[in-house]
């Protein structure tokens, strides 16, 4: 129904409605411009209301890159038939054909004989309360006011100026403060705690338990970090099996498998001439939000409302629902920014443990804030992988065969209900823990991306589904594609070498695709592809190539970089990218997604690890799990978009990962001479590479 998606008051205010939310990838500001332009008023005229249970549809997660793919098509559409709608009205209010109506971009309706007629007036006349049309006419691309400017995102100057922007930030009067009191990482619980001691101190309200789930709640919040560190003197216990202590590789392999064809194609070719075979691997990696996860909740007259920044709004009420034992329609979850998400960090957990907490205290809102270990300590993590790939070029440089295999657990385990989150299995009747499913094909999870977009004659690839999982895992930014992009991207280089061909022309020779070859060249011209560095030991350039789950945006990205052999630190020089996103809402936030898919890739694939001993996590701040700095950023980034006006929008906030990942390997062993295969390539690993030869 229209009027689920856009409201229209009497005075002409529009009022948008999205089920998805804004994480840092500025989607406000894109899904104001595409309800702006369709409706033909300024962007200033929108009020977006972002994930509500109460106010807004359900449009499940934001994940994946959908939020474009999905509401921005939806939210267009929607506006086309309210616009539709408004000038059939004024062609009735005027007794004339609604071919003679057109709009002036401020909200008005112009008609024969210089006629005008507010979108307020109007649409008091008809109701929204219409079921949308299909096929409703969509504003020509020559006429755009708005959809395709870079106009300046609407979610920055709080951020920038210090104003309250977070949910970190948030306040409600009369709101208590609270600690969770849990061992130092999942599966484990401190043995024993005096908590009458800890419910004597001043200022503790009260300590909340219900099971082993147990809270300390404050007037004051430096009270309950106080009252935290007291419960931490005691000894603690692993509940759950011990920790990997292997390598990635031996733990995956040492689990029981499902495996799941994923191609399986087989055509006649000339004999292979020369084969690589390569093993690569990424370790389990934490989300490195630089806010730890953050809720409110607030329950009185028999219904909770939550505060959250989890990318599930609608899961949440879900799981709170179920949790407390309330009908779904008593619990209203509403989001808040949070600062620092992409992926599941504990946003669902800590909104569930504010829930729980408030139910058990009426009447005064909880504030709840995750401290850093704990982040570290207990949120879902991204699945360690691996890969094995064969390839075999003919005589002629074609590739004749290709074998990819991938091993992995499951890398979405979103709650949608009690059992999935940290409190589910701590209260008294503890709710069971789902059973970990893989996400079918083209979506897929740790087979995302495995598929290659390139024309090759016989392909074989095989997913290793791994059900049994050795620590908690969820999902983080591309999942699966992270790691397969790097694999697929980074053979082709080992296949070029091997070969003596051209990287470039080596991919260029096996994409039939006409917008993945000019996303290729587009960045190959840009670079200086043909006149690039060379590797001297120093210095080298690699690139990286994808369609983010083949059928989102597609990215390119080159990287020169320079090796300091002494301590093996890498330098990116300079990174240049091209995507296409089909039309481009607001180039520039295209672009801001792309630089910070090339950051934090870098991070993940030159620094990020977690660590363990067999009873706990070992990585619990920033010293112990390093991630990029500022003096690590690369030198320029450039990003090149290839805009497709009047074609649908392509999800854009993941296409970066795997490309660059791919890139900086590539241009590391075009430097140095070596193939790096596991990640992290970290400056220590590169120059023990380096002192091996």
Known sequence: MLDSWIRIDADGKVTVFTGKVELGQGIRTALIQVAAEELDV?????????????????????????????????????????????????????????????????????????????????????????EAAADAPLRDPARYRTMGASLRRVDIPGKLTGEPAYLQDMRLPGMLHARMLRGPSFGTRFQSSDIAAISALPGVVKVVRQGNFLAVVAEREWTAITALRKFQDAPFVRTASPLPSGDVAATLKGLPSRDIGILDTRNATAPAASTVNARYSRPWLNHGS?????????????????????????????????????????????????????????????????????????????????????????????????????????????????????????????????????????????????????????????????????????????????????????????????????????????????GGVDPLELRLAHMKDERAREVMTTMAGRFGWQSRARGDGVRGCGMGFARYKNLGAYCAVAMEVEIDRETGRVRVRRAVAAVDSGQAVNPDGIRNQIEGGIIQSLSWTSREEMTFSP??????????????????????????????????????????????????????????????????????????ALGAI
């Open 42 to 130: 300024p962007p200033t005229a929108i009020h977006l209301i972002t994930a509500d249970t109460v106010l807004t549809p359900d449009e499940g997660l934001t994940a994946g890159s959908h939020s474009m793919q999905d509401s921005g098509s939806a939210i267009r559409n929607a506006a086309a038939n309210v616009r539709m709608l408004l000038v059939r009205e004024a062609a009735r209010t005027w007794n004339v054909e609604p071919a003679g109506i057109d709009t002036d971009g401020m909200g008005n309706l112009t008609g024969p004989e210089g006629r005008t007629l507010g979108y307020g007036p109007a649409a008091s006349s008809l109701s929204l309360h219409v």
């Open 290 to 498: 630089i806010g730890p996860s953050c809720a409110m909740a607030h329950f009185q007259d028999g219904a909770i409302t939550v505060w959250t920044h989890s990318q599930g709004t609608f899961d949440v009420r879900r799981v709170v629902a179920e949790l407390v034992g309330l009908p779904p329609e008593k619990v209203h979850a509403i989001h808040v920014e949070g600062s620092g998400c992409y992926g599941q960090n504990g946003a669902d957990d800590v909104a569930a443990d504010a829930a729980l907490i408030a139910w058990d205290m009426p009447g005064r809102p909880i504030r709840l804030q995750w401290t850093r270990e704990e982040e570290f300590g207990w949120e879902p993590l991204g699945p360690g992988m691996l890969t094995e790939l064969e390839a075999s070029l003919d005589t002629d440089k074609r590739i004749v065969t290709w074998k990819h295999e991938v091993w992995s657990n499951p890398h979405n385990n979103r709650p949608v209900g009690a059992g999935g989150v940290i409190a589910g299995g701590e209260v008294a009747k503890p709710f069971p823990v789902p059973e970990g499913k893989p996400i079918p094909m083209p979506e897929g999870d740790g087979s995302r991306n495995s598929n290659p977009l390139y024309d090759l004659p016989n392909m074989q690839v095989t997913y290793h589904f791994l059900k049994d999982m050795p620590l908690r895992v969820s999902a983080l930014r591309s999942l699966g594609a992270h790691l397969n992009v790097f694999s697929i991207e980074c053979m082709f280089d080992e296949l070029a070498r091997a």
């Open 615 to 688: 009873d706990r996590r070992t990585s619990f701040d920033w010293s112990a799990y390093p991630i990029l700095r500022f003096e690590d950023m690369p030198d320029t980034i450039e990003v090149h978009v290839l805009d497709r006006p009047g074609l649908p929008f392509l999800g854009t906030a993941e296409a970066a990962q795997g490309p660059t990942a791919a890139a900086f390997a590539n241009a590391v062993a075009d430097a140095t001479g070596l193939r790096l295969r596991d990640m992290p390539l970290s400056p220590e690993r590169i120059k023990a």
